[in-house]
């Protein structure tokens, strides 16, 4: 079955870029059937929905982030991104990417997560 | 963008109660309503969407209700593995957004 796995610096200093991967086993990240998704949860606190991608490039941003975000997708690689720019220790998090059948409105497979510190 | 109101934020329950957790919408979002259940240190797990149909899976003792703003969870008979955190999020437009979570404890 489908797995999901994220990947990335555990550590990222103030100012700088926190940069993400997230890497499809068992399916195809350039199938038009799915919405590619990141997700975060500030430390013990809710989830926070960052955005999605679809295979051909198109984004839908959480407009809170909007300004620092961008995502990606490598379909050589059966991977899709993350980039957060100018992060400050409010952007600690545990990420999560997920999958989300487009026209099913739910997120069905998620990534263990990976937890991202930002401190100098 | 919509903001999802879950309540109570905690709750103890015993093994076999009966546990109902409610969900609101700041406007009506249809029938387009997830729940998810999150285990400490886990990714959260897929429950309930079009805030009625269970994932595949998913014990018969869950089910959900509503539409518009209004939603519920309800576990007929709480079991030990279902003490977690309950979350539901809309999925009427982007930006999808979170219920803040409801901890189900034990009692």
């Given amino acids: ?120 | 963008d919509i903001r999802m109101t879950q309540s109570p934020s905690s709750l103890s329950a015993s093994v076999g109660d009966r546990v109902t957790i409610t969900c609101r919408a700041s406007q009506s979002i249809r029938n387009y309503l997830v729940w998810y259940q999150q285990k400490p240190g886990k990714a959260p797990k897929l429950l309930i969407f079009a805030a009625s149909t269970l994932q595949d899976g998913v014990p018969s003792r869950f089910s959900g209700s509503g539409s518009g703003t209004d939603f519920t969870l309800t576990i007929s008979s709480l079991q030990p593995e279902d003490f977690a955190t309950y979350y539901c999020q809309h999925s009427d437009g982007p930006p999808r957004t979170f219920g803040q979570g409801t901890k189900v404890e034990i009692k």
């Avoid at chain 1, 952007?91 to 989300?100: L, N, P």
């Fill in chain 1, 1 to 120: 079955q489908v797995q999901l796995q994220e990947s990335g610096p555990g550590l990222v200093k103030p100012s700088q870029t926190l940069s993400l991967t997230c890497t499809v086993s068992g399916g195809s990240v350039s199938s038009g059937a799915y919405y590619w998704t990141w997700i975060r949860q500030h430390p013990g606190r809710g989830l926070e929905w960052i955005g999605y991608i679809y295979f051909s490039g198109s984004t839908y941003y959480n407009p809170s982030l909007q300004s620092r975000l961008t995502m990606s997708v490598d379909t050589s690689k059966n991977q899709f991104s993350l980039r957060l720019n100018s992060v400050t220790a409010a952007d600690t998090a545990v990420y999560y990417c997920a999958r989300e059948p487009r026209s099913r409105y739910y997120m069905d497979v998620w990534g263990k997560g990976t937890t991202v510190t930002v401190s100098s």
